[in-house]
């Protein structure tokens, strides 16, 4: 079905939730909510054919849509941040964000968004990122930190350190958990600068001792390395 409309009003809105009802399994619906772990109802959609509804708003007046801010179910919040993925304008994708993360309540709301990142706008990139991880909502913050996930291998890294140990004292899982992420990406990608970082007293015991574990269970990192690492757990 197409969804590139001129413009969007409940009309279109009611037609949007009743294809999006036309391809859910509610029957999946408590098993992919163990996973996720939304407030918000869940159809229980697959994901490629979620992104086709978003392809084809996109092509659309996306900003109509948007602004129907339309959150009945985890689906239409996803929708929201597949849309604004498909924006190819890195300002307006920065514009946009905010008020997307403060409706997130599931890593897989922010997990699945892309961003329009390249060597010509890093530096807004890693300004933005680092705005958002002094927000009060937690999946801005670990949004932020997917940001800096794309900008590892740049001069950012030392900067992006300086980030997380202003995290120290973070208490969600879901902020910790991608900074873990964040800091096993780093030691494979530049193994010094971040083993460095894991020597010196930077991260919570809980954070350290997540990424150590990350980092323990890749085959990306060698098994002396692995050894080396273990004697760092706190």
């Not at 329009?116 to 927000?135: E, G, I, M, V």
């Not at 010094?192 to 001792?209: H, I, K, M, R, Y």
Request: one cysteine or more; charged letters at 25%.
């Amino acid at each position: 079905m197409d969804f590139a409309f001129e413009s969007w009003s409940q009309a279109e809105l009611e037609l949007l939730r009743a294809h999006l009802n036309s391809i859910s399994h509610p029957e999946n619906a408590e098993w992919e909510n163990r996973i996720v772990r939304t407030a918000y109802p869940l159809l229980s959609t697959y994901t490629k054919e979620l992104r086709a509804v978003a392809k084809s708003i996109a092509k659309g007046n996306y900003l109509s849509f948007l602004a129907l801010n339309p959150i009945a179910c985890h689906e239409e919040i996803l929708l929201q941040g597949f849309v604004i993925s498909e924006i190819k304008d890195a300002d307006e994708q920065m514009r946009l964000l905010p008020a997307y993360l403060k409706l997130c309540d599931s890593w897989a709301q922010t997990d699945s968004l892309k961003f329009r990142l390249n060597k010509n706008n890093r530096d807004k990139w890693f300004d933005f990122a680092k705005s958002l991880t002094a927000s009060q909502y937690v999946f801005e913050r670990r949004c932020g930190l997917l940001v800096f996930f794309k900008l590892i291998t740049t001069d950012y890294l030392g900067d992006i350190f300086d980030v997380i140990r202003g995290l120290k004292n973070e208490q969600e899982y879901y902020v910790n958990m991608a900074i873990a992420w964040l800091v096993c990406d780093a030691f494979i990608k530049r193994r010094e600068v971040t083993l460095a970082f894991l020597q010196g007293d930077n991260l919570s015991p809980w954070t350290q001792n997540k990424a150590i574990s990350k980092c323990r269970d890749s085959f990306r990192v060698s098994p002396e390395d692995k050894t080396l690492l273990l004697s760092l757990k706190k």
